[in-house]
């Protein structure tokens, strides 16, 4: 067991639970997520390593299964546990109650039983003020202080009660736990970011998301459930906090049972409200404001069981975990509108799936492969070096790569597809100097570091992606934390490789800095893709035909391939149609602009750098890029059967060769803090 500790997260994938694993990151504690996404997604959790540049522990298990659970618990040092896991659809409650009591109270049950058989003693829990019923009935009760007696008045606030009290009978059989129970009020809003929110899987319960849905077309107009209340405009009066707030509110509970003497147990519940009630109209003015759409309503009788004004009364969480919302519902519409503009359709992502790439018989997440179909064009891409792993044009296959994960990981792997970074192709004597101080890095290459080292971008894992579907093209973005020290390059770097996809192209783009964290202050930088394309269905590339966008290359030493500094012309002229066949051999930097030599080319038009086809068929590639060079590769030494030599070509986009240690070159590649690398690269089909 490793001695870092975790604390589980129940229900981790879904709203509150994501949010609350985002911010328990940034509050410094390491999470593990359980969830048996029957209520969410996992690419909540995706998102949410996307979002905090971090790797988080997931575990798609149900519940109420004792051995799987109790599996995590031996395996980890457990410190506690927030449990948001259940059902929680009030009008369903009513439909399937046995569902609701299974799910919500064996799963916790469970859960307790656990975590006492492991010693682990320490948890939160998701309540809701539904345990409270209809505050109304009683005089002085309103906005709601934690004493008002419980009185739920549907299945799910039955459980929420039933939980309740079991984790106080637990506490009291054995005054060494500490549960400290969190009776939400409204939680609404999503993630400022706009990378995690509600993600309703069916109708949407609540007033905001159902809102959302409105100003989004997905559906026709709300219901208003009366109009007649005593309030300033007679729709009933509700709490709504911000569930980023809510999500704070956990840190505070735990970090107010992580401050207690070690042998005092706690039993406490907790509202987590604003204390301002907000009517329907509030709610409705407010997000007409944040979406500038006007959003159309119809008044309905009154529905059963609903009330005046259900306001919490939040002081005792104020007092004792020194917690309060500081968010406004305007910003939790704000943040809602954008969540719902950038996601639609909340985690579903049309032309998209994805599937374990590696086939271990536990699912690891962080090893997928990711496909985007459009009717000519299938592209997958996976999390390891963010490669492209398949290209099929037309039915057509169009790169190298493999099918079996394994493959990848191979010494003999010449970068099939993969991102090429943090600095592509080759560093003179794996060295360089910035103002004045040597750097020397992992030698790969006869005594030169080739793209990158040992440990480079190709062999890591990117975070992510962020896959979203637009109306004609769908983009899948992923994200690195490149150590400071790594293969010996200081600084961490953080890059985003962002693909783009339609029906008949490949974009790429990067964009990489040095993180406002690094220790160090400057580095080098090169980045590109490593796809080995073949147009026809033979194994070798002889017989492709390739017009390049200039005869200008870096000469470079024979034996070194390492640029002397001077730019020659070709013989041959390239820019005019070349047959490939076995005794023409390619791995040369053309240069296709000598003069700009901008860190962040992506301001510029993306120029045609090559063009290929192959008289067995009828598909042309094109390549553009906005960058100042292109390595053209004819994978000469490729040695990995039964790949064999030539089974494909490259035109690596970048920068010049070694840029680095050439004084007038350097800076495409020298980045300091704060400023930003940046190139696009783009395939096209036809
Ligand atoms: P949610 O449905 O988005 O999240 C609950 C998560 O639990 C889902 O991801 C679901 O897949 C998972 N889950 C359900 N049963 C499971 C099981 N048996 N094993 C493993 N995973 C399981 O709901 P939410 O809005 O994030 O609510 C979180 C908690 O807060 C719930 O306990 C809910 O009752 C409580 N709560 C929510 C609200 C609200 O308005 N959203 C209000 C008060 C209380």
């Given at each position: 067991m490793s001695s870092k500790s975790y604390i589980v997260v129940t229900g981790g994938a879904g709203y509150i639970g994501s949010h609350t694993v985002v911010e328990l990151i940034y509050h410094g504690y390491n999470v593990i997520a359980i969830d048996n996404l029957c209520n969410s997604s996992y690419e909540a959790i995706a998102r949410i390593e996307f979002l905090v540049r971090k790797s988080v522990l997931f575990y798609n298990i149900d519940l109420r299964d004792e051995k799987q659970l109790s599996h995590?618990?031996?395996?980890?040092?457990?410190?506690?546990?927030?449990?948001?896991?259940?059902?929680?659809?009030?009008?369903?409650?009513?439909?399937?109650?046995?569902?609701?009591?299974?799910?919500?109270?064996?799963?916790?049950?469970?859960?307790?039983?656990?975590?006492?058989?492991?010693?682990?003693?320490t948890i939160v829990f998701s309540s809701s003020a539904t345990v409270y019923g209809d505050a109304t009935r009683f005089e002085n009760m309103i906005p709601i202080p934690e004493n008002c007696p419980n009185e739920p008045t549907n299945p799910y606030g039955k459980t929420k009660y039933v939980i309740e009290n079991l984790i106080k009978d637990l506490q009291k059989s054995d005054p060494t736990w500490r549960g400290a129970i969190l009776r939400y009020f409204n939680p609404i809003g999503a993630h400022p970011s706009g990378l995690i929110g509600e993600d309703p899987l069916n109708v949407p319960n609540n007033l905001l998301p159902f809102l959302a849905q409105v100003a989004i077309g997905r559906r026709e107009k709300l219901y208003v459930f009366g109009n007649d209340y005593e309030s300033h405009d007679g729709t009933p009066i509700r709490d709504y906090i911000h569930v980023v707030d809510l999500a704070k509110g956990h840190i505070a509970a735990l970090e107010y049972m992580n401050s207690l003497e070690s042998d005092v147990g706690l039993y406490r519940e907790w509202n987590l409200g604003t204390g301002k009630g907000s009517t329907v109209f509030d709610i409705v003015n407010a997000f007409s404001q944040a979406s500038g759409k006007e959003?159309?309503?119809?008044?309905?009788?009154?529905?059963?069981?609903?009330?005046?004004?259900?306001?919490?009364?939040?002081?005792?969480?104020?007092?004792?975990?020194?917690?309060?919302?500081?968010?406004?519902?305007?910003?939790?519409?704000?943040?809602?509108?954008?969540?719902?503009?950038?996601?639609?359709?909340?985690?579903?992502?049309?032309?998209?799936?994805?599937?374990?790439?590696?086939?271990?018989?536990?699912?690891?997440?962080?090893?997928?492969?990711?496909?985007?179909?459009?009717?000519?064009?299938?592209?997958?891409?996976?999390?390891?070096?963010?490669?492209?792993?398949?290209?099929?044009?037309?039915?057509?296959?169009?790169?190298?790569?493999f099918q079996e994960f394994q493959a990848y990981t191979s010494d003999s792997n010449p970068l099939f597809g993969s991102t090429v970074g943090r600095y592509a192709n080759r560093i003179s004597n794996g060295s360089f100097q910035i103002e004045g101080k040597t750097y020397e890095l992992d030698k790969n290459q006869s005594g030169s570091t080739l793209h990158g080292g040992n440990n480079a971008y190709n062999r890591q894992y990117f975070l992510g992606p962020v896959s979203?579907?637009?109306?004609?093209?769908?983009?899948?973005?992923?994200?690195?934390?490149?150590?400071?020290?790594?293969?010996?390059?200081?600084?961490?770097?953080?890059?985003?490789?962002?693909?783009?996809?339609?029906?008949?192209?490949?974009?790429?783009?990067?964009?990489?800095s040095i993180t406002e964290n690094s220790p160090n202050d400057a580095t080098a930088i090169s980045l590109t893709n490593h796809s080995y394309w073949n147009l026809s269905s033979n194994k070798t590339i002889d017989g492709t035909v390739f017009r390049l966008a200039s005869d200008k290359y870096l000469k470079t030493d024979p034996k070194t391939q390492l640029p002397s500094g001077e730019i020659i012309s070709s013989n041959e002229p390239l820019t005019k149609s070349v047959k490939l066949s076995p005794d023409v051999s390619f791995d040369n930097c053309f240069v296709v602009d000598e003069s700009d030599f901008s860190l962040d080319t992506r301001k510029r038009e993306l120029k045609q750098i090559a063009e290929v086809s192959h008289p067995s068929n009828s598909i042309k590639l094109s390549v553009t890029s906005t960058d100042p060079a292109f390595q053209f590769y004819t994978g000469d030494n490729i040695s990995m059967d039964p790949i064999k030599p030539r089974a494909g070509f490259c035109v690596e986009a970048g920068r010049y060769v070694n840029a680095i240690n050439h004084a007038s070159w350097s800076k495409q590649v020298l980045v300091h803090k704060g400023e930003v690398y940046g190139s696009k690269l783009k395939f096209t089909f036809s």
């Open positions: 995590i618990f031996s395996s980890y040092n457990v410190q506690g546990v927030l449990h948001f896991s259940a059902l929680k659809a009030v009008g369903e409650s009513t439909k399937i109650p046995l569902d609701y009591y299974d799910n919500n109270i064996y799963g916790s049950i469970t859960l307790l039983r656990v975590m006492n058989k492991h010693n682990i003693k959003l159309p309503y119809e008044i309905v009788g009154r529905r059963d069981g609903d009330v005046l004004n259900l306001t919490a009364d939040p002081s005792r969480a104020k007092k004792e975990l020194n917690w309060i919302a500081t968010m406004t519902v305007e910003q939790a519409c704000r943040d809602l509108w954008k969540w719902t503009t950038e996601n639609p359709f909340g985690f579903r992502v049309d032309n998209y799936h994805w599937k374990v790439f590696n086939k271990s018989q536990t699912v690891d997440y962080k090893n997928r492969l990711h496909t985007v179909k459009f009717p000519d064009l299938q592209v997958s891409f996976a999390n390891y070096g963010a490669l492209i792993q398949d290209v099929q044009y037309k039915g057509q296959p169009l790169v190298v790569g979203k579907h637009y109306q004609d093209y769908n983009t899948l973005e992923f994200i690195l934390l490149d150590e400071d020290g790594n293969n010996g390059f200081p600084a961490e770097v953080e890059t985003l490789v962002k693909y783009t996809v339609n029906n008949n192209s490949i974009e790429i783009e990067y964009q990489s």
